[in-house]
C-alpha cells in the first residue's frame, strides 16, 4: 500500500465517473464527486487504516470513512452505480489486484449473488 497506488485508484474511479482525481480529493466537495470519493474511501479503507484513509481523502475524522461506506452499500443497489462499479472492481483486478481481493463492495456483483441462488437451488 503506498500512495501511488491510492492515486492510482483514485484515477481509475474518477475515469469511471468521468471526474478528474483532482475533484475527487478536493477540499471543495461537489456533489458530482461525492459517489468517486465515498467509493475511493470504501475500496481504499478494506486495506488501509480509517484514519490514513480519511487523511488522505483530506477528511478530518474516521467517521465520514464509515459513513461513505454504508453510502456505498446502497450506491451497490443502484443499477446506475452498480454498473459503474463494476466496471471499477474489474478494472483494479487488472491493476491493483490485492485491492480487490478484500470484500469491497460485494453486493456490486450480482454474478455472486446469482452463484449463492444456484448453489441454494441445487441443496434442496
Not at 468521468?18 to 474511501?41: C, E, M
Not at 490514513?52 to 443497489?77: F, M, N, P
Request: charged share 25%; hydrophobic share 40%; aromatic share 4%.
Amino acid at each position: 500500500m503506498n500512495n501511488t497506488q491510492f492515486h492510482q485508484l483514485v484515477a481509475i474511479v474518477g475515469k469511471h465517473y468521468g471526474v478528474a482525481p483532482d475533484r475527487i480529493l478536493s477540499k471543495i466537495h461537489k456533489q458530482y464527486a461525492t459517489a468517486p470519493r465515498n467509493i475511493v474511501a470504501t475500496l481504499w479503507s478494506r486495506a488501509a487504516t480509517l484514519s490514513d484513509t480519511a487523511k488522505l481523502i483530506g477528511w478530518k475524522s474516521t467517521q465520514q470513512v464509515c459513513h461513505a461506506r454504508s453510502r456505498v452499500e446502497v450506491l451497490s443497489q443502484m443499477p446506475c452505480h452498480a454498473h459503474r462499479l463494476r466496471a471499477i472492481l474489474a478494472e483494479l483486478e487488472r491493476e491493483i489486484p490485492w485491492l480487490v481481493a478484500t470484500d469491497a463492495l460485494e453486493s456490486a456483483n450480482p454474478q455472486k449473488d446469482a452463484t449463492d441462488e444456484e448453489r441454494g437451488a441445487g441443496e434442496k
